[in-house]
């Protein structure tokens, strides 16, 4: 951010040096506080690329934040090292961060960046077995397993009529599906963009989105209680500069987009929102407002039943207890 300097005579250029002068003689000059901190990780996900354009556009610094970015290629790598300290914020689907409770009980919702309508995909590999009333072998499907992709997988299954016993499940992140697929390791297989686009390109076909399952994925941005009762006003500054920023891309998307790639070093067919819907301001609000009955109450708790038929959570955490909206800038009405 540039800030206007005001010029002045000679005489005024010596009166402004004799009082810095007798200020820095009293000891009552202050230096400028040393910014805050902050290490963000996130998925390959252009929903959470309005923390690259604060941070390339300088919304950041201007917010006294220093912003460290790291692109993840492992969601359950990033998610073990957010649990261990290694990051204040991470971007990660909502379903996948009550998978995180079992760590970090303490772990809240900053923002609710986007939902996926298309950009998640079920991807059909070029040999894979086509789907028929009844396959002749189990399927091999592969997603990253204990994560928001289980769910989807399973809806998409509920569509093509498979039931459990047609279908193997394999572990593989979003980041190397196109090449399992392409391998022939798995027949089906869960990723996003640009990984599908990938996938594609090599041979892959589309067979199912997220444009089939509204309401469903809900990408976020998590942190803990204890980090935001250790510097709260570091993680207000974070949210005034990412909601500035959506705003910016927003009213000029070729420039937003140019600005992101810049700052993750990413090609430019790879920054597309294609088959995302982006929470503004205004929509974290009413999402989050309402306490237990809030719209993203109601879909923690659908996960969290999931996860805890499925066995891989013990015990639902409170929904409520999971998001804080105090912590949002106030808001103003559009442009």
């Known amino acids: 951010m540039r800030t206007a300097v005001a010029t002045t005579g000679k005489s005024g250029w010596r009166a402004a040096g004799l009082l810095a002068l007798l200020?820095?003689?009293?000891?009552?000059?202050e230096s400028p506080s040393p910014p805050a901190r902050l290490?963000?990780?996130?998925?390959?996900w252009a929903g959470y690329f309005p923390a690259a354009i604060a941070d390339h556009q300088g919304l950041m610094a201007a917010e006294g934040v220093a912003l460290d970015?790291?692109?993840?290629?492992?969601?359950?790598?990033?998610?073990?090292?957010f649990a261990a300290g290694d990051y204040d914020i991470i971007g990660v689907s909502l379903g996948d961060a009550l998978t995180l409770t079992h760590a970090r009980p303490d772990v809240i919702v900053l923002v609710v960046t986007n939902e996926s309508a298309g950009g998640d995909q079920v991807l059909r590999g070029p040999n894979a077995p086509p789907l028929g009333a009844r396959p002749a072998k189990p399927v091999r499907v592969g997603t990253a397993m204990a994560g928001f992709g289980e769910l989807f997988l399973q809806t998409w299954m509920a569509a093509e009529n498979l039931e459990p016993a047609q279908v193997l499940w394999s572990n593989v992140d979003a980041s190397d599906v196109p090449k399992a697929l392409i391998e022939g390791r798995i027949d089906y297989g869960h990723t996003w963009e640009p990984y599908a686009s990938d996938a594609v390109a090599a041979g892959a076909t589309r067979v199912f989105s997220s444009a089939e399952t509204p309401g469903l994925i809900l990408d976020v941005l998590l942190t803990t209680r204890e980090r935001v009762e250790q510097e709260p006003e570091a993680f207000r500054a974070f949210l005034r500069a990412w909601f500035a920023a959506d705003q910016q891309w927003r009213n000029d998307p070729d420039a937003g987009s140019a600005a992101a790639a810049a700052r993750l070093g990413l090609a430019p067919t790879q920054v597309s929102l294609d088959g995302i819907r982006r929470f503004a301001l205004q929509d974290n609000q009413r999402v989050m407002a309402g306490g237990a009955d809030a719209p993203l109450a109601s879909l923690l708790r659908r996960y969290a039943d999931f996860f805890v038929e499925r066995g891989s959570l013990s015990t639902p955490p409170d929904p409520a207890a999971m998001f804080d909206p105090t912590l949002l800038p106030d808001a103003t009405p559009p442009p």
Do not use: P
């Open 39 to 44: 290490q963000f990780g996130m998925d390959l």
């Open 69 to 81: 970015i790291t692109v993840a290629r492992d969601t359950r790598s990033l998610i073990a090292r």
């Open 23 to 29: 200020l820095c003689a009293c000891g009552t000059a």
